[in-house]
């Protein structure tokens, strides 16, 4: 029985020094967290979580930055959209022949009008021969006038072949305006310098109808617009200067600039 006591007694000791042992001052201290290539955290010298660095390369959507960008393989410019609609409606493919639209969307801005110029100016003419036939006139007499803008065929489809926005740092950013009179002189129609136009674009700017007008509308836009020349209720000229649809959608002002349903 004593022995047991005198046991008993050593072994209580033995906990109070092993208690002892333990400062306050550990409570303060932190483990240190070794990174690693699999802890889920990105640390080290990773560019990601767990990828990057000394890591495995990050693939995309692999954390918040990923490695130098991948260019190898072949990239084909699908569309330019500059001006939605030209390269459809001037470009033009023949049977067996290889597609003008595609190799327009495939070629370079500063290629473009002197690959395709030529050949939208042609197909501009075309439609005016179309019409004339349609109204029972010689297609030597109903041809492309300067427009609105006071550009010839081949300046407008120049600038129509080469599918780019241009900007102008100083002047309103437009498809085309002709509510500008700059010169105060009363005249908004006349080409004397007041439009403003191929300055880029707005989500509001009716760049379909702008394009038609720019194309058949003459010098005062509205050439061919559906007139009812001899007054008798039925139109003896083509509208060819609107596509008839409206912009009635409420643009956002902020990207992406998408309109209500409708």
Do not use: W
């Amino acid at each position: 029985m004593k022995f047991n006591k005198i046991l008993f007694s050593f072994l209580i000791l033995l906990t109070v020094i092993s208690l002892s042992s333990c400062s306050d001052d550990d409570n303060d201290l932190e483990p240190v967290a070794m990174s690693s290539c699999s802890d889920g955290i990105m640390n080290g010298d990773e560019t990601g979580v767990d990828c990057g660095g000394s890591c495995d390369p990050c693939n995309d959507g692999d954390g918040m930055m990923n490695e130098d960008p991948d260019f190898s393989g072949t990239f084909v410019q699908q569309d330019h959209m500059g001006r939605p609609g030209i390269n459809t409606v001037l470009s033009f493919d023949m049977d067996g022949m290889p597609s003008v639209k595609d190799a327009h969307n495939n070629t370079i801005p500063s290629e473009m009008t002197a690959a395709f110029q030529a050949g939208f100016e042609a197909r501009l003419e075309q439609y005016h021969d179309v019409y004339a036939n349609l109204l029972g006139l010689d297609p030597a007499t109903v041809n492309y006038e300067n427009n609105i803008l006071g550009l010839d065929a081949a300046t407008l489809t120049g600038y129509l072949a080469a599918d780019v926005l241009e900007i102008s740092p100083d002047l309103p950013t437009t498809y085309f305006d002709p509510g500008t009179d700059a010169d105060m002189d009363g005249r908004l129609l006349v080409p004397d310098g007041d439009e403003v136009a191929l300055t880029g674009r707005t989500p509001q700017d009716d760049i379909i109808d702008v394009s038609l007008i720019l194309l058949f509308g003459g010098a005062e836009g509205t050439r061919f617009s559906g007139q009812d020349l001899d007054d008798d209720g039925m139109a003896d000229l083509p509208r060819l200067t609107s596509d008839g649809v409206g912009l009635t959608a409420t643009i956002s002002t902020d990207f992406p600039y998408l309109g209500s349903p409708e």
